[in-house]
């Protein structure tokens, strides 16, 4: 009907049998006819056990009619209105003191077209879809931010190890227990990430085991090789040669390229917020 532009209830009325669930959820709830289940399943075992029961000479039968309860919506007919009166100034055919001539009044009905409960319920759907977008599109960028302050976190974080590990002067033989490589993607290219795992022990008899990204390729399972590790966290040791200018350096680029995500995210999210208001 829709395609047709027929419009329920102004050019055609509605009705339902057994009133579905679906009736009352439709673009225009519809009008139905409710059948009394309930009662029509307790008449029937009624009628059973009279029947299983009754002595043959003593049964009779029963004939039962059970009313059904008519639901009514949006899609009857709306009440009609009586027809419009022919106004008439001065005789019939005169013209009025504005210059217009008498005649029939034309009234257009009320709901003519896209009825109201038609475009309310576009109305509340176009609302809630674009409030879900604008609450995806805020959380989407809290992630990011979180993900982009946690990412210079943890490089702060494992830098200061990593000197407090150089600094400690302790160093042990360590063994590469196990060594891998995994992909990651940087701006649409795959960069491939060497990944080792050591196991030793410390000077006053602890064994501890680690794992860190970075190192050679040519490190075998198997191999042996010094790592720098402070008392404090022996499990936060590293296999890198002391570098700390180089070390230094490097955390200073990777906290600008991170503050320059940040500032690009947060420069995005008041500009699109700012367009979505």
Known sequence: MDTAGVEVPDDVAVVGDDDIGFAAAATVPSTSVRRPARAMGATAADLLLREAGDRA??????HVVLRPEPVVRGSRLPTRRPPAPRCRVRGAGAASPAGQRSGRVRMRRPGHGRTAVRRTWVLTTSTGVSTAMNALFHLTMVVLLV???????????RTRQRREAWESGLTAPARVVRA????????NVARRVQW???????????????KESGGPRDRAEGDTVP?????????KATAVAPQSGK?????????LLLGGCAVFLLYEWVSLSTALS
Do not use: C, K
């Open 227 to 235: 790592v720098h590790y402070s008392p404090q966290e022996p499990d």
């Open 147 to 157: 993900a982009t302050v946690w990412s210079a976190v943890a490089l702060v974080r």
């Open 57 to 62: 000479d003593e049964h009779r039968h029963r």
């Open 196 to 210: 080792h795992e050591y196991d030793y022990t410390t000077r006053d008899g602890r064994a501890i085991r680690f």
């Open 247 to 255: 070390d230094a350096a490097a955390l200073v680029f990777w906290l």
């Open 180 to 187: 891998w490589a995994t992909t990651q993607m940087v701006n």
